[in-house]
């Protein structure tokens, strides 16, 4: 059996990540996904993801579009 490993970059939180979620909107008549992070940092980010290609080993994925912060508690 044979394994398959893939690293996602992904820079901004100050913290480890402890959640992540895709979701999906209408941007000009086109679907775009998007991921939402949630960090022990008390941060949630909204991230546009880049098309990523095979060869592109070890390269960010996607670009921090906005920081939620004001959390008196970590995003779980």
């Not at 895709?22 to 008390?42: H, P, T, Y």
Request: net charge negative.
């Amino acid at each position: 059996m044979s394994s398959f490993f893939n690293r996602v970059i992904f820079s901004g939180h100050g913290g480890w990540v402890t959640s992540l979620a895709v979701g999906e909107e209408e941007v000009n008549g086109e679907r775009v996904e998007f991921l939402l992070s949630g960090s022990r940092d008390k941060t949630l980010i909204r991230w546009e993801l880049d098309d990523k290609k095979d060869d592109d080993e070890d390269r960010e994925l996607g670009t921090p579009k906005k920081m939620f912060t004001g959390k008196s508690k970590r995003a779980v």
